[in-house]
Nanobody
Framework: QVKLVESGGGSVQAGGSLRLSCDAS????????MAWFRQAPGKEREGVAY???????AYADSVKGRFTISQDNFKNTLYLQMDSLKPEDTAIYYC??????????????????WGQGTQVSVSS
């Protein structure tokens, strides 16, 4: 089974940028759909961005235009470029992958392989 490890989290002021990485233990580009989720204290985990095997992407409305999901197939790495960060983006960010595609990509229950998470903190 593929293992996922996130990195790149940290503390940044509002308006700043961070790039998260998710390293996979095996190639995911041809077999897995990939996504980023986040979970803020006291809140449920929510979908942030999704990339289909074919390259199609989707975003939560709250991050559309500010975040970009991409992947480097040679490095087996998934990225999340986060620009114009806001305090409400503060959360633990997780990457996920799965063989099966679901229209409801934003639901955590539809994903079965997860990384351990990386903390992102945005101050005002």
């Amino acid at each position: 089974q593929v293992k996922l490890v996130e990195s790149g989290g940290g503390s940044v002021q509002a308006g700043g940028s961070l790039r998260l990485s998710c390293d996979a233990s095996a190639s995911t580009s041809s077999s897995y759909h990939m996504a980023w989720f986040r979970q803020a204290p006291g809140k449920e985990r929510e979908g942030v961005a999704y990339i289909h095997i074919g390259g199609t992407t989707a975003y939560a409305d709250s991050v559309k235009g500010r975040f970009t999901i991409s992947q480097d197939n040679f490095k087996n790495t998934l990225y999340l470029q986060m620009d114009s960060l806001k305090p409400e983006d503060t959360a633990i960010y997780y990457c996920a992958c799965d063989y099966q595609r679901s229209d409801a990509w934003y639901l955590p229950a539809n994903w079965h392989i997860w990384g351990q998470g990386t903390q992102v903190s945005v101050s005002s």
